[in-house]
């Protein structure tokens, strides 16, 4: 799922990841609608195809995220959210006549996105992630990096990672998680130089040299999306899709889902918990 | 006959506002010299005097951190105020309140000199839980209308220092929808004591596309919430079209989209204002990249005095009088009269009332016998007349009752 306030580019961002329009784009709330007063959680379903692999695609939107006046606990209703997930998976699991594959609704990644203020983190997204980075997997990027010229860039992702580390704010690939050496230096490089990545979506394409590209269109130039010099989008691409992405749903399956499994077995006085009858959960795939 | 008209033709071009700006030509004036009376100098004069005194203008900016309020306050007036300004991070963020703090400046431009007070708002906006976080910048305000009242009605009024807040610059963050609530919160709670001026920061992260959709937003929401922000005055019907071109420009741009930069970067061969891009330059003076002259102009080359006199007449003029009511209705409250409407004059009084007025009109009425006795004293011995004016002012400090405005004397 994807959190941050609104107007910061996360449904763009999302519909350039994948290439299409997995994310419902709100350019602006029309006159009807409000910023919403409780934070929700919209789930949206997408079945998206590239070299005959077949990918079950689920983004969670979360609107109203910060937008209030106070917003104090306004996380709770996403941790909330994840840990439902959780908790219908372990009572599938534990179900006498379960499923051969369990419907797997369980948030693999989040993407926190960071307001590119290039001062610090704001109170909220330290509140906020101090509180998430325990249940899942969160990937904090700086959205709208247009805004900031490459020295501001870099001092603010430095500033932010140092903010991180001393709130004891474990962002994935978590530290503790590296399998071996390999991994390790891998994730070092990653952990200390390239996060957060820093980040501009577009789903507009301009003709840059003969090519056409994703970009942005300014009357002092073509920003273009997946130009590394301009940002930092195939990294986090890569990253996400290209190389961590079978990681993200291990670790979310043999870390987080078995504390929160543990948790719960503890709390039931070792037992699992009790379903008699098998809930008719099956519209959750999407 | 003639004279006299080209004397009146002459007075009116003196005094009309384009040619105040043009008048650098004495020669024009000689053949006439002896024929009229001169008065039509007293712009001339009028300007001197101001230049020696110098102006005044109290600027507060507000809005998150990180939406470059500095950095623009550094590029409009040329300056580094924020030099030694400490950044917090996040955490010490967590608990800080809403400050409220002045940096002060004289600058000088061809004679004039300008002292410039910023009010910054650091904290404003930047909390989890944001609520009323806009007090402390209400309550600051309502106080320098406060010191100006009570120094206005003092007994030496030679240096009052106007300390009111002219214009608030209100930063919208250019990474939303639109107005968040708590723009909005901020705007009502002070659209009624101070000119609001709402501004989109960080423009050069929106396409042009995007900025006219969300100024578009903004003014609509403007509208719908009922928000009252300055409003440009309209322009003299006798100015050129030129003029009247760009005042029509300007009122189509609000809100204005700025950047603001402090760094001189090198574009197309001159040293510019400007934030250098791997895709590009952003040049802040350029009208094609932002609206930052736009700003700049109108704050502080055509608006200036029309701020402090909107801030004067309207604004300060309104909290004197909810002052006023306050006091009146606080007395009345203490006399202990029951009224449904205690700022209102008592239509009926009761006894109690009837006796009161009785009682300070038999007072009024000594006093004016008194005043007239002295009088007629002085004029025979020319007294130094000090305690008569004691006197004479005690009513005015007492609760109006009634009409008991012929005791002057």
């Keep these: 799922p994807k959190k941050g306030q609104s107007g910061l580019g996360k449904s763009t961002l999302v519909n350039t990841l994948f290439k299409s329009q997995v994310s419902r784009k709100s350019s602006g709330w029309n006159r009807e609608e409000k910023i919403p007063k409780t934070v929700e959680i919209k789930a949206i379903g997408h079945v998206i195809e590239e070299g005959g692999v077949k990918m079950k695609l689920t983004v969670i939107d979360t609107p109203g995220f910060g937008d209030q006046i106070n917003n104090e606990n306004c996380w709770e209703p996403i941790e909330k959210y994840i840990n439902e997930q959780y908790e219908k998976f372990l009572k599938e699991e534990v179900n006498i006549a379960r499923k051969k594959r369990i419907p797997d609704t369980r948030v693999h990644c989040c993407l926190y996105f960071i307001s590119p203020t290039g001062h610090s983190l704001r109170p909220l997204d330290l509140e906020f992630m101090k509180h998430l980075s325990k249940v899942v997997n969160i990937i904090p990027v700086i959205a709208k990096a247009d805004t900031m010229t490459l020295e501001e860039k870099t001092e603010f992702k430095q500033r932010v990672r140092k903010e991180l580390e001393v709130n004891g704010i474990e962002f994935y690939p978590q530290k503790e998680f590296d399998e071996d050496l390999e991994d390790k230096t891998e994730n070092d490089k990653i952990r200390q130089e390239s996060m957060p990545f820093a980040v501009v979506g577009s789903d507009k394409e301009y003709q840059v040299n003969g090519k056409r590209v994703l970009g942005r269109k300014t009357p002092w130039g073509i920003i273009e999306v997946e130009n590394l010099n301009h940002c930092e989008f195939a990294l986090l691409r890569d990253f996400v899709i290209r190389t961590h992405l079978q990681d993200l749903k291990e670790v979310t399956h043999n870390i987080h889902y078995e504390t929160y499994r543990a948790k719960r077995l503890n709390d039931n006085g070792g037992l699992p918990p009790m379903t008699v009858e098998t809930e008719e959960n099956h519209e959750s795939n999407l | ?409």
Aim: proline share 5%; aromatic share 6%.
């Design chain 2, 1 to 409: 006959m003639d004279s006299i008209i080209i004397q009146e033709r002459l007075v009116e071009r003196l005094l009309s506002p384009r040619t105040q700006a043009q008048r650098s030509h004495p020669g024009k004036l000689k053949d006439h010299e002896k024929q009229y009376v001169g008065f039509a100098t007293l712009p001339n004069q009028v300007h001197r005097k101001s230049v020696k005194k110098g102006f005044d203008f109290t600027l507060m900016v507000a809005g998150e951190s990180g939406l470059g309020k500095s950095t623009l306050v550094n590029s409009l007036f040329l300056t580094d105020l924020y030099k030694d300004r400490k950044l917090l991070n996040a955490e010490e963020r967590i608990n800080q309140t809403v400050e409220i703090i002045k940096h002060t400046v004289d600058i000088e431009e061809k004679g004039v000199k300008l002292k410039l007070t910023i009010v910054d708002t650091p904290g404003f906006g930047d909390a989890v839980n944001n609520t009323e976080c806009w007090k402390p910048i209400t309550d600051y305000i309502d106080q320098q209308f406060e010191q100006y009242f009570r120094d206005e009605s003092g007994l030496n009024r030679k240096n009052i220092q106007d300390n009111r807040v002219h214009c608030c610059l209100y930063f919208i963050s250019p990474f939303g929808h639109g107005l968040r609530p708590v723009d909005v919160e901020f705007m009502k709670a002070l659209h009624e004591k101070v000119n609001i001026v709402p501004l989109i920061a960080k423009a050069d992260c929106l396409i042009p596309s995007e900025i006219r959709k969300l100024k578009e937003r903004i003014r609509e929401e403007i509208d719908k919430f009922g928000i009252k922000v300055y409003q440009f005055p309209e322009c003299d019907s006798d100015e050129d079209e030129e003029f009247k071109q760009q005042d029509r420009e300007l009122k189509e741009s609000a809100p204005f989209a700025v950047i603001g930069s402090n760094t001189v970067v090198e574009a197309k061969g001159q040293r510019v204002r400007g934030r250098l891009y791997p895709w590009g330059i952003v040049e802040v003076e350029n009208q094609a990249h932002c609206d930052f002259v736009k700003l700049r102009n109108m704050l502080i080359r055509t608006h200036m005095h029309d701020l402090k006199d909107v801030t004067c007449d309207v604004h300060y003029e309104n909290y004197r009088a909810q002052c006023i009511q306050q006091m009146t209705s606080k007395l009345t409250q203490d006399n202990r009269i029951e009224s449904p409407i205690p700022i209102l004059p008592l239509p009926t009084p009761d006894t109690e009332t009837e006796k009161l007025i009785k009682m300070k009109d038999e007072e009024v009425s000594t006093i004016c016998a008194c005043a007239s006795w002295m009088l007629e004293l002085e004029s025979r011995e020319s007294l130094q007349g000090c305690p008569i004016e004691v006197v004479l002012r005690l009513p005015l400090l007492c609760p109006p009752v009634g009409s008991w405005g012929g005791g002057q004397g």
